[in-house]
């Protein structure tokens, strides 16, 4: 049970530093800085589907569109008619036959590489039946161009196999890479056409996806971030007391606190006069009861004493002059009665100055003070209270702003979720479209592709079976009339890839020449420029070109100063710009206007300016203190005359007759030597007196003449406090009054300039929104990147999907059927070397040289074998058999 608690207490606190860590970031969003905002990014939104670029297919596909494009590039080198374009649709020109015969010249460039290629390839159709018809009848029905099964044996007819065969091979290559190029294109094609319902479902979803970003763009920059800024608007409105009475407070500080400070420590000095006065009363009182008792009894003992010498005649050595001592300084207090001048303390002024300031001590003059201080402290609160229903005032301007800026963008964004509703039937229209056409009819597409190419590789492979079989079971040792079945099949072999060619290169190149004149001046004269924006930027782009100014300037905004172009918005888009900047939409309408809150709020500027405060409560120096202050000046405490007591005090307290100040001591040592002269009880008589004056000395004495010290150290102390009691005092309430007047003329001067401040700091936040919203608008909101994926995409699946792929054809084609040519010149050619003669013709020895030799197909003839051991020779001719006609030779 303990274990689950804990466990859910964990998890509580996970919960709880999770919310937090979501919440400061939340709050990281945007950051106020002391009035200073830094907002935080727009949403990502939602992602897109289509890519940024364009998948040409994997080798050899991209190989292959270069050497289409660099083809019809040298096939046709001039550029597209601009000027003509511009023409039509500068509506200078008119469509019909006058276009066409008026500007042949222009066209000479564009298409004459085309005609003559079309041409070349008509006229090969037409030939190439004829030559194939006139070789098939001179070699089959004349027995011609190696028609005749009669083969010479040649020394150097193993060397022209080889190079024939080598040949043979490189062209069946070339043929072959253009076949299985072609399956490529095909595949490529099909991919696309299966893809393509996805694709530009992709397309249609990522443009809602679009308006959807860009509506949360919208609502986020113009609600959130707007009302994050309206409520520091809100914030900085409550705490006007801080942002506006604190920095009215420490500017009036410096001329109202040395006030205070100074009335606080004359509550210091008051209390320090008392407190001295009490103690020099006290220590006063302590020492005018020793003086009196050291009086006293110094007379009575001095009595005695003489009284004791005069019966004992022993006081040889304290003689009368050193008794005649007496107490000099008078430390009683001063008898202000007219009953004598006795003493020398001012009794009766220090009793009153202790009196009257007791009473000033009990005001309590420092909370008198420190209430001045706290108005002075609460200035922030006054100005809160006071302005409260001015504060309200504006944040209920505010609200009325808020709702009605909500109200516009509520109805902007239902406009455009409108225009989102109204793409989906089309895209659902697009998909059914498309997905009917990639699986039901692109199949029929690569069915003719597989048919041809196809054909075409079984055409290769008899050829290569051919020169496979030719070669393997070839002997070079045997006659032309003995190759074995599998030499012979393969010239077979090749004699029927031969024919093959023969049959079907008028048909293929048919296709080739007609497929060739309807895709390549699409390609040429519409892809190419249109993919690398030279159609636009030498048409609708180009300044002057259609309309004085800028064509797209003129048809959308009426205005053909605006610099609109179609490669500037592909440009724009691509590096994903906001769409307001991509399209020039300032001329439409004006962001900054859009986003301007600050002209929608007017009144905020007086409203701000009525924020006064109240502070006739302020007081620095109120009535009572300032009755206490004057009290205190008035106090009788700097009026005491401590010159008779200080020139007491300064006295020696014991002299003799003489002014020795040390006379008590010699009397007490004269005393101790007269008593240890005498003996019995004069001795014992003059030791008790020594015993009381030393008492006296060190109890009374030595007491006296410390205290006298101290206290006249004390009111040296105090006299220079009081000496400077009513300057000081009017000094204070000079300074209360300064600072009490700078208070009540300067505090409203203050209020507006730290109003002004306020004010600008909070209007400020929708100065700063303005900055933000408009940079956003005009840069970030509505990245328009899906736009150009869209043209991208589009582009390129119609002219690299569609139109390339359908160049594809004529173009593996055209190869194919080029290379074929020579691969049926070396396969005809090698075919006489594999096959079985039904003749041949040698070399035969007839002593001093060699004769030609026949035979029929029938009569074997020996080898010929030549060795440098021996030489056999065919036996000699049978008259019967007639020579060989030279014609026969092969």
């Given at each position: 049970m303990e274990f689950h608690l804990r466990t859910s207490e964990s998890g509580l606190w996970l919960l709880v530093l999770v919310a937090?860590?979501?919440?400061?970031?939340?709050?990281?969003?945007?950051?106020?800085?002391?009035?200073?905002?830094?907002?935080?990014?727009?949403?990502?939104?939602?992602?897109?589907?289509?890519?940024?670029?364009?998948?040409?297919?994997?080798?050899?596909?991209?190989?292959?569109?270069?050497?289409?494009?660099?083809?019809?590039?040298?096939?046709?080198?001039?550029?597209?008619?601009?000027?003509?374009?511009?023409?039509?649709?500068?509506?200078?020109?008119?469509?019909?036959?006058?276009?066409?015969?008026?500007?042949?010249?222009?066209?000479?460039?564009?298409?004459?590489?085309?005609?003559?290629?079309?041409?070349?390839?008509?006229?090969?159709?037409?030939?190439?039946?004829?030559?194939?018809?006139?070789?098939?009848?001179?070699?089959?029905?004349?027995?011609?161009?190696?028609?005749?099964?009669?083969?010479?044996?040649e020394d150097n007819s193993t060397c022209r196999v080889l190079v024939y065969s080598l040949f043979l091979v490189a062209s069946l290559i070339f043929v072959f890479a253009g076949a299985v190029t072609a399956l490529c294109i095909s595949s490529y094609t099909g991919s696309q056409a299966e893809s393509l319902p996805t694709t530009v479902d992709n397309n249609l979803q990522d443009l809602i996806v679009f308006v959807n970003n860009t509506l949360n763009e919208i609502d986020y920059l113009m609600t959130d971030q707007l009302g994050w800024t309206l409520d520091q608007v809100r914030d900085d409105l409550d705490d006007i007391g801080t942002l506006v009475g604190v920095p009215v407070r420490e500017?009036?500080?410096?001329?109202?606190?040395?006030?205070?400070?100074?009335?606080?420590?004359?509550?210091?000095?008051?209390?320090?006069?008392?407190?001295?006065?009490?103690?020099?009363?006290?220590?006063?009182?302590?020492?005018?009861?020793?003086?009196?008792?050291?009086?006293?009894?110094?007379?009575?003992?001095?009595?005695?004493?003489?009284?004791?010498?005069?019966?004992?005649?022993?006081?040889?050595?304290?003689?009368?002059?050193?008794?005649?001592?007496?107490?000099?300084?008078?430390?009683?207090?001063?008898?202000?009665?007219?009953?004598?001048?006795?003493?020398?303390?001012?009794?009766?002024?220090?009793?009153?100055?202790?009196?009257?300031?007791?009473?000033?001590?009990?005001?309590?003059?420092?909370?008198?003070?420190?209430?001045?201080?706290?108005?002075?402290?609460?200035?922030?609160?006054?100005?809160?209270?006071?302005?409260?229903?001015?504060?309200e005032d504006i944040k209920n301007t505010i609200d009325t702003l808020e709702t009605s800026l909500n109200d516009l963008i509520n109805a902007t964004t239902s406009q455009l979720d409108v225009l989102t509703n109204q793409v989906d039937p089309f895209r659902d229209t697009a998909s059914n479209f498309l997905t009917t056409y990639s699986e039901d009819y692109d199949k029929y597409r690569a069915y003719v592709m597989y048919f041809f190419y196809g054909f075409i590789l079984f055409i290769v492979a008899l050829f290569g079976m051919g020169v496979l079989l030719g070669i393997c079971a070839c002997e070079r040792s045997?006659?032309?009339?003995?190759?074995?079945?599998?030499?012979?099949?393969?010239?077979?072999?090749?004699?029927?890839?031969?024919?093959?060619?023969?049959?079907?290169?008028?048909?293929?190149?048919?296709?080739?020449?007609?497929?060739?004149?309807?895709?390549?001046?699409?390609?040429?004269?519409?892809?190419?420029?249109?993919?690398?924006?030279?159609?636009?930027?030498?048409?609708?782009?180009?300044?002057?070109?259609?309309?004085?100014?800028?064509?797209?300037?003129?048809?959308?905004?009426?205005?053909?100063?605006?610099?609109?172009?179609?490669?500037?918005?592909?440009?724009?888009?691509?590096?994903?710009?906001?769409?307001?900047?991509?399209?020039?939409?300032?001329?439409?309408?004006?962001?900054?206007?859009f986003t301007d809150i600050s002209s929608q709020i007017p009144s905020v500027d007086e409203q701000f300016a009525n924020l006064t405060g109240d502070f006739s409560n302020v007081d620095i120096l109120t009535s009572d203190t300032r009755q206490t202050l004057i009290d205190f000046r008035d106090s009788p405490a700097d009026t005491i005359n401590w010159t008779l007591f200080l020139n007491e005090l300064d006295k020696d307290l014991i002299v003799d007759n003489v002014g020795n100040a040390d006379s008590l001591t010699t009397l007490i040592d004269a005393l101790q030597t007269d008593a240890d002269a005498a003996s019995g009880s004069d001795a014992t008589t003059l030791e008790g007196y020594i015993a009381i004056l030393q008492a006296l000395e060190d109890d009374y004495v030595t007491s006296l003449l410390a205290d006298a010290v101290q206290i006249a150290d004390e009111i040296d102390l105090l006299t220079n406090y009081t000496d400077t009691i009513d300057t000081h005092v009017n000094n204070t309430i000079a300074d209360a009054e300064v600072a009490q007047d700078f208070i009540d003329n300067s505090v409203d001067g203050e209020v507006s300039s730290s109003v002004s401040s306020y004010s600008d700091r909070v209007l400020g936040y929708p100065e700063q929104f303005v900055t933000h919203a408009t940079y956003s608008l005009?840069?970030?909101?509505?990245?328009?990147?899906?736009?150009?994926?869209?043209?991208?995409?589009?582009?390129?699946?119609?002219?690299?999907?569609?139109?390339?792929?359908?160049?594809?054809?004529?173009?593996t084609l055209g190869w194919c059927l080029f290379f074929f040519m020579p691969a049926l010149i070396f396969g005809v050619k090698l075919a006489k070397y594999f096959r079985t003669m039904d003749t041949t013709g040698g070399y035969a020895d007839q002593g001093d040289g060699f004769e030609m030799q026949g035979e029929k197909s029938k009569v074997k003839t020996p080898k010929m074998v030549r060795s440098p051991e021996r030489e056999e020779f065919p036996p000699s001719r049978d008259s019967s058999v007639p020579p060989v006609d030279d014609d026969t030779k092969n």
């Open positions: 937090g860590v979501l919440v400061m970031n939340v709050n990281a969003a945007n950051v106020n800085n002391d009035g200073n905002v830094t907002y935080g990014p727009l949403p990502a939104g939602e992602g897109y589907s289509t890519p940024a670029t364009f998948d040409e297919g994997s080798f050899p596909l991209p190989t292959t569109w270069d050497f289409i494009g660099n083809f019809l590039q040298t096939v046709s080198p001039g550029s597209p008619p601009y000027d003509i374009i511009n023409g039509l649709l500068g509506n200078t020109l008119a469509i019909g036959v006058g276009l066409i015969t008026n500007n042949v010249l222009q066209y000479q460039r564009n298409l004459m590489g085309f005609a003559i290629c079309f041409v070349i390839g008509l006229l090969f159709c037409l030939i190439f039946p004829i030559v194939a018809l006139c070789f098939c009848c001179c070699r089959c029905c004349c027995r011609k161009c190696g028609g005749k099964m009669h083969q010479e044996q500017a009036l500080r410096t001329n109202v606190q040395p006030a205070i400070d100074s009335v606080i420590a004359l509550e210091n000095n008051i209390n320090f006069t008392l407190e001295t006065l009490v103690v020099i009363d006290n220590r006063q009182a302590g020492m005018e009861s020793n003086w009196e008792y050291l009086q006293t009894n110094l007379t009575d003992v001095l009595a005695d004493i003489a009284t004791a010498c005069t019966s004992c005649g022993c006081c040889n050595n304290a003689t009368a002059s050193l008794r005649a001592v007496s107490v000099v300084a008078d430390y009683r207090d001063l008898n202000y009665t007219g009953m004598g001048t006795t003493g020398s303390f001012p009794q009766i002024v220090v009793n009153a100055s202790i009196v009257e300031l007791s009473d000033i001590v009990s005001r309590d003059l420092s909370s008198q003070a420190r209430e001045g201080a706290q108005t002075f402290e609460d200035i922030p609160e006054t100005l809160t209270n006071t302005t409260r229903s001015d504060v045997a006659l032309p009339t003995e190759r074995g079945s599998c030499s012979n099949c393969g010239g077979l072999f090749l004699m029927a890839g031969s024919g093959f060619v023969l049959i079907f290169g008028m048909p293929f190149m048919l296709i080739t020449a007609l497929t060739f004149v309807v895709g390549g001046p699409i390609d040429r004269l519409f892809c190419d420029p249109i993919v690398s924006g030279e159609l636009f930027a030498q048409t609708i782009d180009l300044e002057d070109a259609i309309v004085p100014g800028y064509y797209l300037g003129k048809q959308l905004f009426k205005d053909s100063s605006v610099p609109l172009t179609i490669n500037g918005i592909l440009s724009d888009c691509e590096n994903d710009r906001g769409v307001y900047s991509a399209f020039h939409l300032e001329n439409l309408f004006n962001a900054s206007e005009e840069n970030s909101v509505g990245g328009c990147q899906p736009v150009y994926n869209l043209w991208n995409q589009g582009i390129n699946t119609i002219c690299v999907g569609i139109m390339r792929s359908f160049n594809g054809l004529w173009f």
